[in-house]
């Protein structure tokens, strides 16, 4: 076991549930930490549709404690006041991965005063990571990382986290997250899947795992994985006790995944009013992403815009096909980007304050064209005529029993049966396929592009570029 780091005088902090309680203020929906994808506005997005507590992207803590300004405002931007802010940002936790407690704690303490607690990356499973020893590749150095939670615990004013994968082994999983408690780690985030669950072989999150660990630790616990719909936080919070879900993909697609949950879940009564609340028509979530995006002084990045409209509009991309096109082929103004970046050096002026046009021209014409799309489908004309609800429009894909809304509404998203895959194997197989337009970085440090599949907890590596294969949309 790893040997205790020395100590800081700090004044008390709240600890496990009483932190969970008084600090957070109980919260059971939670947004995962997203590379590029949990980014200041989507964040705010998330918060209005029910998200109550949202985790930062992962952060490198090495680039960020190496103070490069232009490093640390890409990433985690304290200048231009927004990120972090009591009144729109908070509870937030700012997440980190690191392999050197002195890093972390110096970056650690250049955000701790403008979150309610720091997370550490230990999940990452991408090869990305096992270069850099960092994520689900700490997961044999046991006491590298009781150091690094034990030096936030020690010396940081606000709680640390951990956020981890299992093991194949219930008993070494417990065993593992005891270690994490016992190393100081106040929220434990149990991602139910194991370092080797990626890429294709990333099948189903265990329940089974989590529901072991939240019952042999003392401090909240959050399940993560599997979460598409919200009959599956239920489900997910009955058969694994814990203290709240955390969804990464299922948001990413549907930022009303939580929506109406809080304060008590109302029932799920098959009329529309409830079908629309949860599955918004997506376009105007998209536009209010844009309008959010837009009246920010802090940065977006082009590639977090873009990914999360491919995302959100995704299951009318495939019918709009020259829409997708038109979304794909956005480029962002190099020249324009350079003047709005000196325009939000320390000025009021939002940094989209222009070149956000393309975007808000194409999820415009989107909209239109989906109201129309929803007034004729709902009028019933091509079939016997009479009008519909929008519920009778709902169908069940066959094998999974996943349920497919109509294709101007917000929904998760999964690949379709292939001939001979199994249908549990399908139904949580997020994307690989969800490449649609955009090169992903090559370096460790910088964020990824969109489309990420649901095995990824941080950078992903360069995938190919190539546009998804018709799914959904032919099975409507
Ligand atoms: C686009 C994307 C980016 C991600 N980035 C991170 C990250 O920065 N840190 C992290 O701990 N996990 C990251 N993950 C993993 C998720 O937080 C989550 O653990 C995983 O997707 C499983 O949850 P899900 O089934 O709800 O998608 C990322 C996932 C996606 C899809």
């Not at 940065?299 to 491919?310: E, M, V, Y």
């Not at 349920?403 to 549990?424: D, I, N, T, V």
Request: contains cysteine; glycine residues 8%.
């Amino acid at each position: 076991m790893g040997s205790e780091t020395p100590t800081t005088t700090l004044p008390r902090k709240l600890e496990g549930y009483d932190f969970y309680r008084e600090v957070l203020g109980s919260p059971k929906y939670i947004v995962a930490p997203m590379v590029d994808q949990s980014e200041l506005p989507f964040r705010r997005l998330c918060r209005r549709y029910g998200g109550q507590l949202v985790y930062t992207p992962m952060i490198h803590a090495k680039l960020f404690a190496d103070n490069t300004k232009k490093y640390r405002n890409q990433f985690f931007n304290i200048p231009c006041g927004e990120e972090g802010d009591p009144s729109t940002d908070r509870p937030l936790i700012v997440q980190f991965c690191a392999n050197d407690p002195e890093y972390l704690l110096t970056s650690a303490k250049v955000v701790e005063k403008h979150c309610d607690g720091v997370d550490i990356n230990l999940g990452c499973p991408q090869d990305i990571a096992r270069k850099g020893k960092y994520g689900a590749f700490l997961q044999d150095d046991w006491d590298l990382i009781f150091k690094l939670i034990n030096t936030l615990h020690k010396n940081l004013a606000v709680p640390v986290t951990a956020k981890f994968r299992v093991f194949p082994s219930i008993e070494k999983t417990v065993e593992y997250a005891q270690m994490l408690e016992r190393a100081g780690a106040q929220i434990l985030t149990c991602h139910g899947r194991a370092r080797e669950q990626r890429g294709h072989n990333a099948g189903l999150a265990s329940y089974e795992h989590i529901r072991a660990v939240k019952q042999n630790v003392s401090v909240p616990v959050f399940a993560n994985g599997n979460i598409l719909f919200q009959e599956d936080i239920e489900r997910c919070l009955r058969e694994t006790g814990c203290d709240g879900v955390m969804s990464a993909e299922g948001i990413l697609y549907n930022p009303a995944l939580f929506a109406g949950l809080a304060p008590s879940p109302t029932t799920s009564s098959p009329d529309d009013a409830a079908l629309l609340a949860r599955h918004p028509p997506h376009a105007a979530l998209a536009q209010e992403y844009l309008d959010i995006v837009r009246t920010l002084r802090t940065p977006t990045s082009a590639s977090a815009i873009k990914g999360h409209l491919f995302k959100i509009l995704r299951p009318a991309l495939l019918r709009h096909a020259d829409l997708r096109e038109r979304l794909g082929r956005v480029k962002v103004d190099q020249q324009q980007q350079g003047k709005n970046k000196r325009a939000a050096t320390g000025a009021a002026t939002p940094f989209w304050d222009t070149g956000l046009e393309p975007y808000v021209e194409v999820v415009r014409e989107m909209g239109a064209r989906l109201a129309q799309d929803a007034e004729r489908e709902l009028a019933g004309e091509g079939e016997e005529g009479a009008r519909k609800s929008v519920v009778e429009l709902v169908r069940v894909q066959e094998g999974t029993g996943l349920k497919l809304l109509p294709w101007w509404l917000a929904q998760p998203y999964w690949r379709p049966l292939r001939k001979g895959e199994s249908p549990s194997w399908l139904a949580f197989r997020t994307l690989i396929d969800d490449i649609l337009t955009q090169k992903r970085p090559k370096a460790a440090d910088s964020p990824p592009a969109e489309g990420d599949a649901g095995d990824s907890e941080g950078p992903g590596k360069k995938a190919k570029v190539e546009l998804a294969p018709v799914s959904i949309a032919c099975a409507l």
